[in-house]
T-cell receptor, first 112, second 113 residues
Framework: KQEVTQIPAALSVPEGENLVLNCSFT??????LQWFRQDPGKGLTSLLL?????REQTSGRLNASLDKSSGRSTLYIAASQPGDSATYLC???????????FGTGTRLKVLA | DGGITQSPKYLFRKEGQNVTLSCEQN?????MYWYRQDPGQGLRLIYY???????QKGDIAEGYSVSREKKESFPLTVTSAQKNPTAFYLC????????????FGQGTRLTVV
């Protein structure tokens, strides 16, 4: 059974700092991994989608990497801003199913 | 604009009542999902549907029911058998199996009063 873990559960950093969020999964047979952002009381906004054949994806200040063999993904946020404060969730789509399995998220607070 | 619409945004239920949450998408996606989120936790899969007239139980299906009569609609009924229904419910869709991107609605917050 696929299990997804995110570390750390919460993170507080000063504005301008570069930071890394971690996501690990137990079954490496995946179609893709997707990173989302969730603001309090809101739905999920897709940030980056990495296919199983890819090593990384970039969008603006965000860079996500995928090491499928070791079951790990990282989300790198450069030059963090207070507007980046949110919960970040990763989800994996395990091969052979339609299921998306989520981690428990990392709550990020960027201090001005 | 294409997207996923969930309604209502807030819903209050008396104990013993069934309530239905709406999820509509105009993205022409085959697959649709319902997730439950409790405070400070990640998302747990309730039901998912790959195509019209077909759906599968997720990890926490007890006390819930769904239907998929139309491609664009996937309503979730929270029945009286669900003992702790107060939560945030999220609906998602994606084009199909494989490496496609999932899109989410803005959620429905259900509270038992």
């Amino acid at each position: 059974k696929q299990e997804v873990t995110q570390i750390p559960a919460a993170l507080s950093v000063p504005e301008g700092e570069n930071l890394v969020l971690n996501c690990s999964f137990t079954d490496s047979a995946i179609y893709n991994l997707q990173w989302f952002r969730q603001d309090p009381g809101k739905g999920l906004t897709s940030l980056l989608l990495i296919q199983s054949s890819q090593r990384e994806q970039t969008s603006g200040r965000l860079n996500a990497s995928l090491d499928k063999s070791s079951g790990r993904s990282t989300l790198y946020i450069a030059a963090s801003q207070p507007g980046d404060s949110a919960t970040y969730l990763c989800a994996v789509n395990t091969s052979g199913t339609y299921k998306y399995i989520f981690g428990t998220g990392t709550r990020l607070k960027v201090l001005a | 604009d294409g997207g996923i619409t969930q309604s209502p945004k807030y819903l209050f239920r008396k104990e013993g009542q069934n309530v239905t949450l709406s999820c509509e998408q105009n993205l022409n996606h085959d697959a649709m999902y319902w997730y439950r989120q409790d405070p400070g936790q990640g998302l747990r899969l309730i039901y998912y549907s790959q195509i019209v007239n077909d759906f599968q139980k997720g990890d926490i299906a007890e006390g819930y029911s769904v239907s998929r009569e139309k491609k664009e609609s996937f309503p979730l009924t929270v029945t009286s058998a669900q003992k702790n229904p107060t939560a945030f419910y999220l609906c998602a869709s994606k084009p199909g199996v494989g490496g496609s991107e999932a899109f989410f609605g803005q959620g429905t917050r259900l509270t038992v009063v």
